[in-house]
């Protein structure tokens, strides 16, 4: 059984930076689409990032120019990196992804089955 294991989250103030971390331990392919969703406290899970198998990367409006999504060399490991943080960006943010091969990657949360547990966001001065 696939677990995907987020690390990094932190609180921060406006405008400073961090790092999240996600590995997908127990697993037996390599997943073609990973992304990071958030969820805010009252709010629905929202997309924020998702890399397609070949490598292209889209975001949602609100964080373009701020966040970075990549792959690491170690197979089914995600980053996001985060630059300029607003305290909007404060939720939850969780690693997903899914065991569907897939050309690219679907913005609909209801698309991925593995969830990790989430690692907290909280930007405040």
């Known amino acids: 059984q696939v677990q995907l294991v987020e690390s990094g989250g932190a609180s921060v103030q406006p405008g400073g930076s961090l790092t999240l971390s996600c590995t997908a331990t127990?697993?037996?392919?390599?997943?073609?689409?990973m992304a990071w969703f958030r969820q805010a406290p009252g709010k629905g899970r929202e997309p924020v990032a998702q890399?397609?198998?070949?490598?292209?990367?889209r975001y949602a409006e609100s964080v373009k120019g701020r966040f970075t999504i990549s792959k690491g060399n170690v197979r089914n490991t995600l980053y996001l990196q985060m630059n300029n943080l607003e305290p909007e960006d404060t939720a939850m943010y969780y690693c997903v992804t899914d065991d569907y091969e897939a050309s690219w990657c679907p913005r609909d949360p209801q698309w991925y089955t593995h969830w990790g547990q989430g690692t907290q966001v909280t930007v405040s001065s």
């Open positions: 127990g697993a037996t392919k390599e997943y073609d689409c």
């Open positions: 890399i397609d198998p070949d490598g292209t990367a």
